[in-house]
């Protein structure tokens, strides 16, 4: 319920008019402060009744008007009219609430906060797609590393959608998108035309699907890995979480590389990969079949155990490997780790050869592998050791 004095957030500014604003609030009163926001998670997440933000907020999308006006707040967008009409028209297509000029005074600026305060209407965008409530979200399995981690996605997938659950497959890799590149797809649209029209509201994300192997429903990754640092890790997680709202199985391929939040180093990568697997429900992570592989795994294992609860399941990969070495491997693996279950992908000639072709794999013994561990995933049932 809107105040007496609007309880209002700053969108982080660096123009002149935030600062002579807090001042004046300070000095005079007009509208309580909660604070300022410095990210779209911030703005939707703090208390308050009015957003003031910049037309050049690097986070302002039509996408988060709509989400803070379906909360039943408002938005004012602040724009600078020496930079000529850009920056309004720019407002008024996001749907903002009110428009105040950088170049105002406190008092001009707070007399447009209170008239969309109290105004009592909400002008939020209607959604072309009903999502789900906030409590039917559908699980996401993460997949994280491995070359043949495409291939187990559309075959979950494809399992999944054999017993009448939705499903999506989706590629984040931000290091070594695959699933376009795999199978043969066209490289537009992808997940960057979905991010546009999630975003910016321009048409729908379903656009940017594309039929996959066994007649799944794909949205493949970046058409180039380079374009990584278009992406930002809030944007790909709104995304998501919009999606798993639309389907009952959401599987998601990444890359398994999980560095530590100090280290800067292409942050922007490991941010993505580390906030995906905080959504998961379960994670799947491909291990190569040797004691460096296994090493890797349970390192990435230990990090992983500590950003989220969801099941873990170790894939080994295909290997030729006598009965010894696999006892000696998973002896290892379970003195230092209880995975939900352990599947051995078998060296299968048809796996090969669709690889080489950029086709599906054929039914065989690596399609009945990877059949087997989704049904023990719909049945949450624990597979035995093999």
């Not at 789900?132 to 399995?141: C, F, H, I, K, L």
């Not at 998501?240 to 998601?252: A, N, P, Q, V």
Request: aromatic fraction near 6%; glycine fraction near 8%; charge should be negative.
């Amino acid at each position: 319920m809107i105040g007496f004095e609007p309880l209002i957030a700053i969108a982080g500014s660096q123009r002149g008019w935030a600062s002579e604003l807090v001042r004046f609030l300070s000095d005079f009163g007009g509208a309580r402060l909660k604070g300022t926001v410095l990210t779209a998670a911030e703005a939707l997440n703090t208390e308050y009744e009015v957003l003031l933000i910049d037309d050049i907020a690097s986070f302002l999308n039509p996408r988060l008007v709509a989400r803070i006006q379906k909360q039943g707040r408002k938005v004012v967008g602040v724009f600078d009219p020496e930079a000529g009409d850009l920056g309004r028209e720019r407002l008024l297509a996001l749907g903002v609430d009110g428009l105040a000029t950088a170049d105002g005074d406190p008092e001009s600026i707070l007399e447009v906060v209170a008239s969309v305060a109290f105004d009592g209407s909400a002008s939020s965008t209607p959604r072309a797609t009903e999502d789900r409530s906030e409590s039917e979200t559908g699980r996401m399995t993460v997949i994280a590393g491995g070359d043949v981690g495409g291939d187990l996605a559309v075959i979950l997938a494809g399992e999944f959608q054999a017993h009448q659950r939705t499903t999506l497959v989706v590629d984040v890799d931000t290091l070594t998108p695959m699933l376009a590149q795999r199978f043969s797809l066209p490289l537009v649209p992808n997940l960057l035309t979905a991010l546009d029209a999630h975003l910016l509201l321009r048409g729908e994300v379903s656009d940017s699907f594309l039929s996959g192997p066994y007649g799944v429903t794909v949205l493949t990754g970046l058409p180039d890995p380079s374009d990584w640092h278009t992406i930002g890790t809030e944007e790909i997680v709104d995304l998501l979480d919009t999606l798993s709202r639309r389907h009952d199985e959401l599987i998601i391929k990444t890359f398994p590389y999980l560095e530590d939040d100090h280290i800067n180093a292409r942050r922007g990568r490991f941010d993505v990969s580390r906030s995906v697997i905080e959504l998961a429900t379960e994670v799947i992570c491909l291990v190569e079949p040797t004691p460096i592989g296994l090493s890797r795994a349970l390192t990435w294992a230990a990090k992983t155990q500590k950003m989220t609860s969801a099941s873990l399941h170790i894939v080994f990969e295909a290997r030729p490997l006598s009965m010894f070495q696999r006892g000696e491997l998973s002896d290892e693996l379970l003195r230092n780790l209880s995975p939900q279950s352990i599947t051995w992908l078998p060296v299968d000639n048809g796996m090969e050869r669709a690889v080489w072709n950029g086709t599906e794999v054929p039914k065989g013994s690596f399609v009945r592998t990877v059949v087997k561990l989704g049904a023990a995933m719909l049945n949450g049932t624990r597979r035995s050791r093999p």
